[in-house]
């Protein structure tokens, strides 16, 4: 089993950062990618950027590559979502989740666990 949860959302202005984190539970953390994914109001669950569980690879959605930036501190048993620039659009609820190998965490379909997310606000 495995536990997630998110901090580090808040309200801020477009074009400034935000830093998320996802603390997990669980001595198999390293075992798991991890990826983020994001819910706007009224839309689906989407992707937006994963890392493997030695942290030697990295996906991003086309939306915030080169914008966000996705790490993991396995020592720590926590990953982090860098968000940079930020737009208006970028306001959602982030979700923290993990599953066993590195595609399948670009799959809300397959992912194993999800945390219960954190509100990010970005306005204009």
């Known amino acids: 089993q495995v536990q997630l949860v998110e901090s580090g959302g808040g309200l801020v202005q477009a074009g400034a950062s935000l830093s998320l984190s996802c603390a997990a539970s669980?001595?198999?953390?390293?075992?798991?990618?991890m990826g983020w994914f994001r819910q706007a109001p009224g839309k689906e669950r989407d992707f937006v950027a994963s890392?493997?569980?030695?942290?030697?690879?990295?996906y991003y959605a086309d939306s915030v590559k080169g914008r966000f930036t996705i790490s993991r501190d396995n020592a720590k048993n926590t990953g982090y979502l860098q968000m940079n620039s930020l737009k208006p659009e970028d306001t959602a609820v982030y979700y923290c989740?993990?599953?066993?190998?590195?595609?399948?965490?670009?799959?809300?379909?397959?992912?194993?666990?999800w945390g219960k997310g954190t509100l990010v606000t970005v306005s204009s």
């Open positions: 890392i493997s569980g030695s942290g030697g690879s990295t």
């Open positions: 989740a993990a599953a066993r190998n590195f595609y399948a965490v670009r799959s809300r379909d397959l992912i194993n666990y």
């Open positions: 669980g001595r198999t953390f390293s075992t798991y990618a």
